[in-house]
Structures are given as C-alpha cells and as structure tokens.
C-alpha cells in the first residue's frame, strides 16, 4: 500500500470551530488531493497541490483552505466549519497527471 | 451533464455470473482512465488502468472506446468478496480546466450473492 496517513481518522466538531486535517506521504509524489465523498455526490476535488507552495482550487473549494510547506504533508484547513462540511475527507496523491492516484484511509468529520 | 457518468445500479448478480459496468465521459481530450474499487466505509483503490487495447488482470477486463467515449468493466465468475462500489475515473488532458484532476463518477454498486 502507498504511503499515505491521513489524520485524524475520525472528528466531531462544533460549528464555527476551525479545524485541520493532515495527509502525509512518504512517497515523494508531487500531486497532493484533497477531496470530499458525500451521498448522492461521489468524490468532489476541495483543493490540489503540484508542488510544495503550489496549490490551487477544485471545484467545491469555498469555506476551505490548504497548505504545503513541505512535499509530504498536505493540510485541510475549514476556517469555521459548518454542518454542510460534515463529510469524509480522502486525501490522494500521484507522481504525474496522467498518473493514477492512492488513497489516505479517510476522516470522517462531524460539525453538529 | 456530467463529466463523468456511470449506471450507478445496483447490480445484485449470483456468484459465478458475469457482470460489466459502463461508464461515459463527455470530454474528448481525456488522457487516463481507471476502475477504482472502494469497499464500504473504505478509501477508493485502484482496480486497473484502461488502454485503448484492452486489458485484462484475471477474472477483470477492462476496455477503452475513445470514438463513443466509454470505458467498460467485465468481470467473470463473480465472487462474493467482488461486492464493492466500482468507480469509473477520467484525467482530462492538456488544455482543460480539469487538467491532471481526476474526475469520478458516481460509481455503480455490485452485489454478488450465494
């Protein structure tokens, strides 16, 4: 299995709170993905990296932010989470762009 | 319309059956695609990449048809541990919006039963 740790694997929130989640590699790939899995929605892209400092948006990016300050971590960031947040996040990375990506085990984030 | 479309099922098939999934993407510049398998409460896991020749990994065969723009999955002799949402999965190439994202859809769910 690739190495990929997201963390934590699991979160309850209040809303309103910030909250960060981390995915770590140790493969020295250079795409980082962060993206969300909801219901009736599939897997929606939040943001990408394709280097360390190099990020940019997906499509549904509003209320998150991120940051790479080093190739092997990729963080999440919700400012002020909200319940429409409540979702599992995965974390993906891939060594090219026409490459496949591997996955992180997931977070499951609750903002009730 | 999608990007990326599949039949989302489920398909509920004995054991031994053979199944096949298909997908369609509405941009012809895609360069890469993929069946990823994701088991329930799980992360996605790469099944197999797709070529334009066709390609086959044991009871799994996966075929390319650029000009009608679909992908296919076919599994043979089903078994029970195949009950999994299968997801299709598209990387556009150069020149779009998209480019070197992958785009999923919504994946289709099999259930093999005894």
């Known amino acids: 299995d690739a190495g990929i740790t997201q963390s934590p694997r699991h979160k309850v929130t209040e809303t309103g709170t910030p909250v960060t989640l981390r995915c770590h590699q140790t493969?020295?790939?250079?795409?980082m993905y962060w993206y969300r899995q909801d219901p009736g929605h599939g897997l929606r892209l939040i943001h990408y990296?394709?280097?360390?400092?190099?990020?940019d948006k997906g499509e549904v990016s509003d209320g998150y932010s991120v940051s790479r300050s080093k190739t092997e971590d990729f963080l999440l960031t919700l400012e002020s989470a909200t319940s429409s947040q409540t979702s599992v996040y995965f974390c993906?990375?891939?060594?090219?762009?026409?490459?496949?990506?591997?996955f992180g085990q997931g977070t499951r984030l609750t903002v009730v | 319309r999608k990007e990326v479309e599949q039949d989302p099922g489920p398909f509920n098939v004995p054991e031994g059956a053979t199944v096949a999934f298909n997908c369609t993407y509405s941009?012809?510049?895609?360069?890469?695609f993929f069946w990823y398998r994701q088991d329930c409460r799980k992360e996605p896991k790469l099944l197999m990449s797709?070529?334009?020749s066709g390609n086959e990994d044991g009871r799994f065969t996966a075929q390319l048809n650029r000009a009608s723009q679909y992908i296919s999955l076919l599994i043979r002799d089903s078994k029970l541990s195949d009950s999994a949402t299968y997801l299709c999965?598209?990387?556009?190439?150069?020149?779009?919006?998209?480019?070197?994202?992958?785009?999923f859809g919504q994946g289709t769910i099999l259930t093999v039963h005894p």
């Open positions: 493969e020295n790939h250079r795409y």
């Open positions: 797709v070529y334009s």
């Open positions: 941009n012809s510049a895609s360069q890469s």
């Open positions: 993906a990375i891939s060594e090219a762009t026409w490459a496949e990506a591997f």
């Open positions: 999965v598209v990387i556009l190439g150069a020149g779009g919006t998209s480019y070197g994202k992958l785009t």
């Open positions: 990296s394709y280097g360390v400092k190099d990020t």
